[in-house]
């Protein structure tokens, strides 16, 4: 099964278009009227729709570590690393998009690039 993914609020809008553009199932913050929701909202929202998420946000690596920690359900991380271009993440995600399973990515952080 493809990837799903949930784009944070902090995901550069051209890394959102780039992916849709080369058919990754994505869906953001926007689309899901959770602009300005707490990041605790949001992978709850993420894990509701069965989408891993998709961030540059540094709050999501915590969240992601309480999540194992606890034994909790979570659908796993993309991180994008600060300074990384924009064509440069589209292309390690939609690679990663390709390659990778929902359960290769359960409870787990796959860090671009």
């Known amino acids: 099964m ?3 993914l949930s784009a944070d609020e902090c995901v550069d809008a051209r890394i959102v278009a780039g992916l849709r553009r080369r058919g990754v199932d994505m869906v953001t913050a926007a689309d899901e009227s959770m602009l300005g929701g707490a990041d605790g909202d949001h992978l709850a929202r993420a894990i509701h729709l069965g989408r891993i998420v998709v961030s540059a946000d540094r709050d999501f690596l915590r969240l992601a570590q ?3 920690e606890a034994a909790a ?5 993309i991180f994008i690393l ?5 064509g440069d993440a589209v292309r390690a995600i939609t690679l990663v998009a390709e390659a990778l399973s ?3 990515l359960e409870g787990w952080i796959e860090w671009v690039p």
Request: hydrophobic content about 30%; proline content about 21%.
């Open 2 to 4: 493809p990837l799903r």
């Open 66 to 68: 309480e999540c194992v």
């Open 73 to 77: 359900s979570f659908p796993g991380l």
């Open 82 to 86: 600060p300074a990384t271009r924009v």
């Open 102 to 104: 929902p359960d290769d």
